[in-house]
């Protein structure tokens, strides 16, 4: 399964970590965007350019170090199609470095909808006699709350090409409680979640125990994390919110299992914009990243038994 060959990286590099490469232009150092401002103008081709250069240079210095990227969709989105061009060359780009791919999209629809959402991210689509490839990521976080059926189009595609998903259980944001705490009987939603998770993963659990489904569950709730990693002993954990959330490593060690698996931790905007938070010379800024990420990774792994 997908989450085998991410659990086998985050083995291998002893880091449990992925960075959210969610880049807003202000985030990029000033002398890659007069590059581009300068050759295109200001434009949306030349803001989603400087973008791409500024994720390219990241990739370069950290894919020794961490196991994975999460671009946020969104973030490239707003750029429109050539936004949406850095987000297809940032997944290859880093793929072609050995990391493991999550498209941070929370896609959330049924029948042919969801299909075309799971072609787009995780599948292949056919251009006459080709069968294409449009994102190419290894993962795809998505919304269950319309049921299973906006899961089941995931599922096939997840067993056919290696892919897996994390679905929005209990998420990071300050609000998450209106809904997600609400009781269903004793039972706490974002727990009912949680058990469609296991049921959706059951037959596609790979050999460290965890299935391709798997679930996005906030850094800046310690107490439903531990609940949940007991809860859903099959199901591999997103973890978002730590650092610039508020999110602790102390609280996170209970989203762990006994061998220190079963979670992979995000920070996003605390990497790329490391250099601004260093005062360091701008152009020092994927070197920068780098020493946030190693910092990162080594206060993670000293709460955690990771072996």
Known sequence: MSFDRLIEKIIEMKNPTVVGLDPKLEYVPEFIQRRYLD??????????????????????????????????????????????????????????????????????????????????????????????EPFAADALTVNGYLGTDGIAPLLKVCKERDKGIYVLVKTSNPSSGELQDKLIGDTPIYAVMGDMCEQWGADTIGKYGYSAVGAVVGATYPEQLTELRKRLPHTMFLVPGYGAQGGGAEGLKGGFDENGLGAIVNSSRAVMCAYKKEGCDERDFAKAARREVIRMRDDITSYINLK
């Open 39 to 132: 050759e295109d103008g200001w434009t949306l081709k030349a803001a989603a350019k400087a973008i791409f250069a500024f994720n390219q240079a990241i990739i370069d210095e950290i894919h020794d170090v961490v196991p994975a990227i999460k671009p946020q969709a969104a973030y490239y989105e707003m750029y429109g199609h050539y936004g949406i061009k850095a987000l297809e060359k940032t997944i290859r780009y880093a793929k072609l470095n050995g990391m493991f791919v999550i498209t941070d999209g929370k896609r959330n629809d049924i029948g042919a909808t969801m299909e075309a959402y799971t072609n787009a991210h995780l599948g292949t689509v056919m251009v006459g006699e080709n069968e294409l």
